[in-house]
């Protein structure tokens, strides 16, 4: 996409989707939380057992997910149910490559992103002239039609059927003195910095802009002269190519990928943490792929019989106290915070 | 300050010799999970999603420890059941089982249910080697000792019950023309190749037709038809409940009277028999290995009352008219079995080894003649089944018990 423009008093990633102007205070601080959020992120692997690694794996690649989803609902302004079918694109791809033409594990990203922009780009075309929830309801048969298009007998060859395919966990480099889950930790973060930084520079950029401008007001949107179902397709393909990827690296972290695995219910998952992290916040994505992998375990600790309904409470608790997501409450506390300190300031 | 004299040494003397001597005596020996006062037990099972009826498996198994440990464990050590939820999801799977073998420490893990679910995990307990024992699922592939040492089936194999299936056929129908409708993947795949085993040279004479349905299709009527119009006289029906039901309605409405084997997956009264009708059922010849607890030939029987006693006592909520209830508690009486046998080496090696050395062990609610065997290049516990027929309103069991015995 084109190039970041950078400029004194950027912070639009961040915040520009709820509506707010920060002040020009704001970068510089979101610098040093990003940078020390890296280097937590760096050291966890060295300290942590490798199941906790494992799991923060699985949440960075959830994390990476719902960055697609959000970049076609909180940017773009389009809700889509189908996003597990790309995900199990992304996946297979993987799998598929990596099972049967022996192609290297890190050369498959490319190749199931780029499966999975195709895929967006063409289902985008048709499916874009629908509006709102009736696009959902396009995605939702998408999302239905996944598992079992896997299943599906003429392509067993390729997929596996209901079987599934294994495949092997990617080695570490030989001068890492570093075991398989470590390396495909600090793999896995590489790409997600890459494509967060990534996504950052999109939604900056005249492309971003048109993007969101089209969320805000198709009509005048068109006005001003944006291609509004070139960019709508455009968008949607850059969101499956995200969750593709993502679900490429998923299954290089679990080693296998199924029909089973792909259902409807990923897709109502990510939508989850897409609300919980913030519609339309990037870091907030972060925040979405810890509560969808923890969340559902949290509950089941406190009683494996009435694990749905806690998942339930605790969902509506978090919709409660933050109606605009974990990225919207640090927002607001950020603004209290502020509003305090110069009261202070005053008096 | 105590002085050390010549008396003390003596004192004390034996009191080492006999701290340092116990251990080489009573060769105590653990892996990760087993102390001298706890095993960790770790298991998956879908108590949410699609597949959550199997549920009720997971909650008789924790009932059942909750009684050995009411009772003392087994050889003095209490059972940590830890039992976590995949909803069948295979991910999820893979995140619960590295949870328990790395985080939790679990010795092994035990029933762990459904093909995917087990497919996802077979390669890392294997690696790993951490026993993944007696899982619930019936794919031929659990009893491969060759190449994935660390794990072992517990039901009949379907592949098993083709087998008995032909065995039956060769006494009561030597002269049989077979028609088979198969569901179009490994498990419909797995009953075929269990039958055409079983009959040997006589499977390309006797077989008159083969049709395979796809789960996609919205009905298996056209197929039924084929195998008729082939001039079959014995339907062997291999399907999942939805598409059984459909195969019977669809036999009788086209005047076919065949010998009807239908596949134990289907064996269900209400789930399949009813929706297809009774009547048209009748006739119906299916395998069964466990007793049915509602069937009133087992009302005076000794297991028949171990189990309803056990189910009062510790499962009370458990519905007693499930079968699965039954499934639960006669696996957990397998595992309970082999650690007992493994005596003070709980090492995870020790467990396999005793996994696959069972010698003729009979359960309370499998059926009388069923005995459980293995061995070190046979994982498949349980091989023998009897025949039942349905007479319109419950499965009568009849005829020997069958050995459909299969080597991966």
Known sequence: MSAPEHTAGQSVPFDAALGTAESAAQPARHHWAIAGVVIVALLIPLIGKSFIVFQLTLVMVYALAILGLNLLTGFNGQFSLGHSAFYGIGAYTAAILMDQADIPYYATLPAAGAACFVVGFLFGLPALRLQGIYLALATFALAIAMPQILKFHPLEGLTGGVQGISILKPDPPGFLPIDADQWLYYFTLLVLLVMFAAAANLVRSRTGRAIMAIRDNPIAAAAMGINTSLYKSLTFGVSAFYTGIAGALGALAIQFVAPDSFTFLLSVSLLVGLVVGGVGSIPGCLIGGLFVLFVPNLAEKVSTGLAGAIYGVILLLVIFVMPSGAAGFVRLAGAHFARWRSSRRSS | MTRITRRTILATAPAFLAMTSLPALAAKKYDTGATDTEIKIGHTNPYSGPASAYGVIGKTEAAFFKMINEQGGINGRKIEFISYDDAYSPPKTVEQVRKLVESDGVFLLFNTLGTPTNTAIHKYCNQKKVP??????????????????????????????????????????????????????????????????????????????????????????????????????????????????????KAVDIGWKPVHLLNSVSTSIGGV????????????????????????????????????????????????????????????????????????????????????????????????????????????????????????????????????????
């Open chain 2, 132 to 249: 993944q024992l007696f899982v619930a699922t019936g794919a031929t592939k659990w009893g491969d000792p060759k190449n994935f040492p660390w794990t072992m089936g517990w039901q009949p194999n379907y592949q098993s019950e083709g087998q008995i299936y032909a065995q039956y056929l060769m006494k009561e129908h030597p002269n049989a023309k077979i028609g088979i409708l198969y569901q179009n993947d490994d498990y419909g795949k797995d009953y075929v190749k269990g039958l055409k085993d079983g009959l040997g040279d006589k499977a390309k004479s006797m077989i008159v037709s083969e049709v395979p349905y796809e789960t996609t299709d919205p009905t298996v009527d056209s197929q039924v038809v084929t195998i008729k119009a082939a001039g079959a006289d014995v339907f062997y029906n291999v399907t999942t409940p939805k598409f059984a039901a459909q195969a019977i309605k």
């Open chain 2, 273 to 408: 028999l009813q929706p297809a009708g009774l009547e048209a059922s009748k006739g119906a010849v299916s395998t069964f290995y466990l007793k049915d607890p509602v069937d009133p030939t087992w009302k005076d029987d000794a297991g028949l009352k171990e189990w309803t006693a056990f189910m009062d006592k510790y499962y009370p909520e458990g519905d007693k008219t499930n079968g699965f209830t039954v499934t639960g508690y006669s696996v957990v009486q397998t595992l309970v079995h082999v650690l007992k046998q493994c005596g003070d080496e709980l090492t995870r090696e020790n467990v396999m080894k005793q996994a696959a050395s069972i010698k003729d062990l009979t359960l309370p609610m499998l059926l009388p003649g069923i005995k459980i065997n293995t061995s070190p290049t046979d994982f498949f516990p349980i091989k023998q089944q009897q025949m039942a027929r349905f007479d319109g309103k419950s499965w009568e069991l009849f005829g020997p018990i069958y050995t459909g015995a299969v080597h991966a």
